[in-house]
Structure formats: C-alpha cells, structure tokens
C-alpha cells in the first residue's frame, strides 16, 4: 500500500479546499484585474493568472505519474497566457483573459485528477529520480517535485490570492 501518496494527496485537497474559499465573493468582471487600494493600483498577479498560471502544472502532475494528462492538457492559449515567463496585466475589459469559470475549471479538474494520481502513486514511482533536470538538484525525486506542486508553489499562489482580496476589500475567506 503507497505511504507517500496519500501524505502529499492530503495536503492537495487542502489546498484545493482553501482555493476555492478564496473564491467566495469574488466578481467575474474582477478576476482578471489588478486590485486597487485608494485609487492607486497594485500591480501583482490577479486571480485569473494565478489559477491559470496553477492549472497548467496538474497535467505535468499526472503524466508523469503515468495517467493520462489529455483531458487536463491546457491550451496553447493558456501555455501563452500563463506560463511561468507570461507577464500578469490588468485585462479592465475582459479580452485578455478567458473567462472565469474556464479558468477555474480547468484548474479544479487538473488538481482533483492530479490528487488522485499521486495518492494512487506507488512508492517506487514517487521515490524514481525526477525527470525535469532543471528542477533536479532542487527536487530529486518524483514525489519531491509533486509536493511541491501540490503543496509548497500551490499555496505560494494562494498567498497572492488572499492578499487580492484583502486589497479588494473581500477579506479573509
């Protein structure tokens, strides 16, 4: 029976739980803004690149654990928009930016599938050498890159989430 899996698969669905609290209140003609404090605008990530930016991760999450990543495979449109090198901007009339329930589905459909991959994961699999050379010497394992994707760069993102909101005037969730 796996012993890792399910450690990493709890910390995703919490995760997961608090990414979707974070929603609650939230404006669709305000998700792919930047948010603003007294008239003056704050330039960091929106909530529509931070869950996009996230959703193009959970695919990687479960092919490398030998699932099949097509139904959560983004789009060249997403790999563009919210790649780890794509700039967050202001989208005040909505024509950058799909909108928000595409955005949040195709992050909640990978992460759920992402979850139940690792969690499913045998031991030997997590425990293989990771596959991305650059992330190596940080991760050197599958199951060290796979926390991270699922734990440590998930709630990083989750962070600017809930400072947007709080900017914004939503407060916690």
């Known amino acids: 029976m796996p012993q890792i899996g399910p450690i990493i698969a709890a910390s995703a669905r919490l995760s997961l739980a608090y990414a979707e609290r974070l929603l609650k209140d939230v404006p669709s003609d305000q998700f792919a803004r930047f948010a603003r404090v007294g008239g003056t605008m704050i330039e ?5 690149f931070i869950y996009g930016h ?3 991760y959970a695919p990687r999450v ?7 990543s097509t139904p959560f495979a ?3 449109t997403f790999e563009k928009l919210f790649s780890k090198d794509a700039k967050c901007v202001d989208d005040p009339d909505g024509s950058i930016y799909p ?5 949040t589905s195709a992050l909640f459909a990978g992460y759920r599938a992402a979850t139940e991959a690792v ?8 425990a293989a050498e ?5 992330m190596r010497s940080k991760f050197p394992t599958k199951g060290a890159m796979h926390a991270f994707y699922l734990g440590g760069h998930f709630m990083v993102h989750m962070g ?8 914004e005037g939503l407060g916690p969730a």
């Open 130 to 134: 990771n596959p991305n050379q650059a």
């Open 62 to 68: 479960v092919e490398q654990l030998g699932g099949d």
């Open 160 to 167: 600017q989430m809930s400072a947007w909101r709080r900017a």
């Open 54 to 56: 996230l959703s193009l």
């Open 44 to 48: 960091s990530n929106h909530p529509a």
């Open 119 to 126: 969690e499913q994961a045998g031991d030997e699999i997590l």
């Open 74 to 76: 983004p789009s060249s």
């Open 99 to 103: 909108p928000m329930d595409e955005i």
